[in-house]
Nanobody, 123 residues
Framework: VQLQASGGGLVQAGGSLRLSCTDS????????MAWFRQAPGLEREFVAG????????EYSDSVKGRFTISRDNAENTMYLQMNNLKPEDTAAYYC?????????????????WGQGTQVTVSS
């Protein structure tokens, strides 16, 4: 598994971005995948996770109703559609994967990580 995150940028509050995470190792199909984020001086926190088949999704309370996680196993890619962005969403966003059977919310349980992609929301 070799994860590559992309799609970050600078956006005004209320705007939208879509993050992508592609596995160039072509082996994510049996992995739970998730997005985490980390703001300066804070711990890495769970944002959203999705089961390997895509049938189960979980979200943190802070993004529920605004963000949507999805995946396309044929394209070895996971997405995070972020709508109605707020300044408090500003962080480096990381994708992660691990061969779990259920979505987990603890970052140190994930085996594979992509590099971060920066999301900055201006007020």
């Amino acid at each position: 598994v070799q994860l590559q995150a992309s799609g970050g940028g600078l956006v005004q509050a209320g705007g939208s971005l879509r993050l992508s995470c592609t596995d160039s190792g072509h082996s994510i199909r049996r992995s739970v995948m998730a997005w985490f984020r980390q703001a300066p001086g804070l711990e890495r926190e769970f944002v959203a996770g999705i089961s390997w088949g895509g049938g189960t999704t979980e979200y943190s309370d802070s993004v529920k109703g605004r963000f949507t996680i999805s995946r396309d196993n044929a394209e070895n890619t996971m997405y995070l559609q972020m709508n109605n962005l707020k300044p408090e969403d500003t962080a480096a966003y990381y994708c992660a994967a691990s061969p779990f059977t259920i979505v987990r919310r603890t970052s140190n349980e994930y085996r594979f990580w992509g590099q971060g992609t920066q999301v900055t929301v201006s007020s």
